[in-house]
């Protein structure tokens, strides 16, 4: 395979790889539009999120466009789920605490919550939100303060402010100036990202 590797290209890849985030994952249930999700995705490549989960019951598994994602689809991984329970068992066993954002009673605002933790973050269907399944089975349901007369934001926006505060509480705590990675895996990364 072609290595399109310049000293340039290496020291761009070396710096975004040390600062991926190995424990803040997205999960996305049956997110309709593909362009929220390449959105989404363009968003956590850049707030360092290394992999999205999919998690798609409902709706057919979306394309992911070059053209909304800016590309963030090369350098984000994802994986594929067909239930909640396998995904968040898979999450679990990796040590994952569940946040669902939802917009029920008894939720936490999202700016009471810790992202400096291992952190996976399910947001829901453009107009069911996450299902019940997901809510109940979560360790925390969570919700974004609004003020207006709209419910919700758009699904790739409200991912934005989530991710966005999760990367200023990291920030805070200097996590982005030491990679999560042990050197092995950041080293196979940074290979597997030069023959990108």
Not at 22 to 45: G, M, Q
Not at 46 to 62: C, D, M, N, R, W
Not at 74 to 90: G, L, M, N, P
């Amino acid at each position: 395979m072609k290595s399109f590797r310049t000293d340039r290209r290496e020291k761009k890849i070396i710096s975004v790889a040390n600062t991926r985030q190995k424990y803040l994952r997205v999960v996305l249930e049956n997110i309709h539009d593909p362009h929220n999700v390449s959105a989404i995705f363009r968003t956590c490549d850049a707030v360092g999120v290394p992999k999205v989960s999919l998690i798609y019951t409902k709706e057919k598994f979306p394309k992911i466009g070059r053209k909304t994602s800016g590309s963030a689809f090369k350098w984000v991984e994802r994986d594929k789920f067909t239930s909640i329970k396998e995904c968040y068992t898979q999450l679990r066993n990796e040590g994952f605490k569940i946040y669902a954002s939802s917009l029920s009673e008894n939720t936490k605002n999202i700016y009471d919550l810790d992202f400096t933790e291992k952190t996976a973050i399910v947001l829901g269907n453009e107009h069911r939100g996450v299902s019940e399944e997901a809510a109940n089975l979560a360790d925390v349901t969570f919700t974004i303060p609004m003020f207006g007369m709209v419910q919700s934001l758009n699904v790739s926006v409200a991912t934005a402010v989530i991710l966005y505060e999760a990367l200023r509480q990291r920030d805070k705590k200097n996590l982005y100036l030491k990679s999560e990675y042990a050197e092995e895996e950041l080293n196979q990364l940074i290979e597997v990202w030069c023959k990108k």
